[in-house]
């Protein structure tokens, strides 16, 4: 916990930038943090206390500079507000949430790597986030690891975990990767698991499954209806209708 003569002296949210100005080399790294951006949207809907930032500068003073960030391609804190005093955020300072940092960040290697096995990881180790999620679908070779990894605080430092979809209790969601189409692109994409393994759905395969279902009940009343016509009975003219 800061003293509050050095929680005076650092700087506020509003006189950061919001991130390093390091343009992403690649779409997927907005774009599938998002995915799980908006699935918590709905997972948590009712839930006030947590946060989910993409690209977003993380400010913290166990490092050199309490004005030099990280920036993961996303982040997740809990016991923190979803708006801060009712406003967006710019950044995430952890100065400003009570001391408390993200239990969990996400790193994904693109074509340029940006240290996620190594300045990141240790990093975000002395920061103390408990998961640390690195996610390479293309250049894993190139890297010596696998294409999805999870490492685990303990002991103060970090485990790779195996198992997936991996089920973070302290989170109350697992992660893991799914294929499907997304935007009319069949493409793999990250996703969140309910602590049985089943997976959360996005708003479009809802939306998609409600399409089936009511197509199923559609062609299962025409059967009905055929059938009874071959009995002779007209299904416009039933009995209590």
């Known amino acids: 916990m800061l003293s509050p003569d050095l929680k005076n002296a650092l700087p506020t949210t509003d ?13 997927d790294q ?25 690209d977003m500068g993380l ?10 960030p990280v920036v993961p391609d996303a982040f997740l804190s809990l016991g923190v507000e979803r708006k801060k005093g009712g406003k967006s955020r710019k950044s995430y300072a952890v100065w400003e949430e009570n001391g408390i940092v993200p239990i969990f960040t996400l790193e994904m290697v693109s074509h340029t790597p940006g240290g996620e096995y190594d300045e990141k990881l240790d990093i975000y180790r002395k920061l103390g986030v408990l998961y640390y999620v690195i996610y390479n679908p293309e250049f894993w070779r190139r890297d010596q690891h696998q294409p999805f990894e999870v490492y685990k605080l303990l002991d103060g430092n970090y485990q790779l975990q195996i198992g997936e979809p991996y089920l973070m209790p302290e989170v109350g969601l697992g992660i893991g990767r ?3 189409v997304i935007g009319g692109i069949q493409q793999e994409f990250l996703c969140w698991y309910d602590e049985q393994g089943n997976r959360y759905f996005t708003d479009a395969e809802q939306a998609q499954q409600e399409r089936s279902r009511a197509e199923q009940e559609r062609q299962r009343a025409e059967q009905l209806a055929e059938y009874l016509r071959s009995l002779g009975v007209d ?7």
């Open 15 to 27: 006189e950061l930038p919001c991130s390093d100005d390091t343009p992403v080399d690649n779409e």
């Open 30 to 54: 907005n774009f599938l943090p998002n995915i799980l951006l908006f699935l918590l949207n709905s997972i948590w809907a009712n839930r006030m206390d947590w946060y989910f930032g993409v």
């Open 59 to 68: 400010y913290h003073t166990t490092g050199v500079n309490p004005r030099v």
């Open 178 to 180: 799914h294929q499907a």
């Open 235 to 241: 299904p416009n003219n039933l009995p209590g209708n």
